[in-house]
Structures are given as structure tokens and as C-alpha cells.
């Protein structure tokens, strides 16, 4: 959605992880169609997984500064390096951040003070129920299936991040995926979850009802979701 209200935005990428649900690549073929462009897709030669990230590092993340491997390994390195690749190019990224991530927006701009920055749903005032809103009266297609399921985000199909009821639901969902994360914390010796006080939790000893697991992202258009709607169904007509 950020990209399509950029409008004129020349490359498209999508940066594949294995853990990616299956659906994910369909969502992109079909939003390949809709914009008329082609998705360049983009993904990590050295790290194949999440799992292969977090053995090579020895754990999840950093308590010290939160760096996790997965994500800077199989995401920002490979976008540094699409960048390297266009050295010299005026370089002006596009993200999908919404009204409530104005502080990630600033960050993010900050760290990368080599390119220019656009946050399209900032700018228009769109909260995340706003943008599945929008995207559900713009657009015929469905959306990635780890929403349609009930998930806030469509991250990796057991993304380190999750939480206590993250994590209960995708041991309904995906118990697998469960069982593979379960065994991969005991491996490292390190858990992805943490108690109150600090203390680790792993998901061998998760009690199955901790946590809130209604976390679905409902689309709903507030006043600035259908000033954004008449917007572009104008520039269409």
C-alpha cells in the first residue's frame, strides 16, 4: 500500500525468507498484476533460514543492543547490498510504516542517512486498521493468509519476536514449526521469551493458555482511509 500511494516508484522488492508463509509469493504475483510491474525478488545466498542464522550466531539476539541475526542477515544485509549494487543512484526508500510507528519511522531515516525516505501512510494519517481498509476497497485480491488466519503481522511463520500468545497460537497453527523452534531454543541454550521479570520461558514449558491470542487486525476505514480512498479512485477515473 505505501508504495502504491507513492505512485511512480521504480523498483519494486520483496526480500524471500524461507520462513515465509507460502501464501506470501502469491500476494506478490497478484500485487504484481495490479501494479503493472514486476516484483524483484531478492533473497539471502549465505543464510537459508531462520534457523541457520540463529545456529551460526549462537542465539536469537543481542541482549545488549537487540541485534537478531535473522533479521539483520536475512533482511538488511541483503538490502545493503542490493544498495551497494546502485552505487551512485539517487536512492529514495519508500516504507510501509503506519501513524503508529512514527518513532521506527525516525529511526529508521536516521540510521540510513545515505537515502531519502517516504512514509506514505504517516503522511496520510493511516493506522494499520486503515491501511487493510484501504487496501480491501482499492483491491479484489486477498490479502497474505497469516492476517486472513487471525495474525497481526505477516512476518516468518515463527518469528523470534513473537510473544506468549504469539507463539500459543502458532503451536495450534503451525505445530511443527513449534516443535522445530522448541528444539532449536535448547539447542543454543537460549529462549526467545522472557517472564516479567526477566527470567527465560521456553516453549517446551509454555503453559498452552498464557498470552493474548486475539490479536487480528480487523479492516476498518476511518474518515482518513476514505479521504484516501476517494483520493485515488479519482486519479483512476
Known amino acids: 500500500m505505501a508504495g502504491y500511494l507513492a505512485g511512480n516508484v521504480d523498483e519494486w522488492i520483496y526480500i524471500d525468507i524461507a520462513d515465509q508463509h507460502e501464501d506470501s509469493m502469491r500476494f506478490i504475483h497478484d500485487c504484481e498484476k495490479a501494479i503493472g510491474k514486476e516484483i524483484q525478488i531478492l533473497k539471502s545466498s549465505q543464510y537459508a533460514c531462520v534457523e541457520d542464522c540463529v545456529r551460526a550466531f549462537g542465539g536469537f539476539r543481542n541482549p545488549r543492543n537487540g541485534f537478531a541475526p535473522c533479521t539483520n542477515w536475512l533482511k538488511k544485509r541483503?538490502?545493503?547490498?542490493?544498495?551497494?549494487?546502485h552505487h551512485g543512484c539517487e536512492l529514495i526508500y519508500v516504507?510501509?510504516?503506519d501513524l503508529k510507528e512514527r518513532n521506527r519511522a525516525d529511526r529508521t531515516a536516521t540510521e540510513n542517512p545515505q537515502a531519502e525516505h517516504?512514509?506514505?501512510l504517516i503522511e496520510k494519517n493511516l493506522s494499520k486498521k486503515d491501511?487493510?481498509?484501504l487496501f480491501k476497497k482499492l483491491f479484489s485480491f486477498p490479502?497474505?493468509?497469516m492476517y486472513e488466519m487471525g495474525y497481526p503481522n505477516n512476518n516468518c511463520v515463527g518469528c523470534v519476536k513473537g510473544g506468549f500468545g504469539y507463539w500459543n497460537r502458532i503451536r495450534k497453527d503451525f505445530p511443527e514449526v513449534f516443535q522445530?523452534?522448541?528444539a532449536l531454543e535448547r539447542t543454543v541454550g537460549h529462549s526467545m521469551l522472557k517472564d516479567y521479570k526477566g527470567h527465560p520461558v521456553y516453549l517446551d514449558e509454555l503453559e498452552p493458555d498464557r498470552?493474548?491470542?486475539?490479536t487480528e487486525v480487523f479492516p476498518e476505514c476511518s474518515i482518513m482511509c476514505y479521504l484516501v480512498t476517494a483520493s485515488e479512485k479519482a486519479k483512476s477515473e
Do not use: T
Open 78 to 85: 541483503i538490502r545493503k547490498q542490493w544498495e551497494a549494487e
Open 95 to 97: 516504507w510501509g510504516f
Open 118 to 120: 517516504e512514509f506514505p
Open 131 to 133: 491501511v487493510h481498509g
Open 143 to 145: 490479502r497474505p493468509l
Open 180 to 182: 522445530q523452534r522448541a
Open 211 to 214: 498470552g493474548n491470542m486475539d
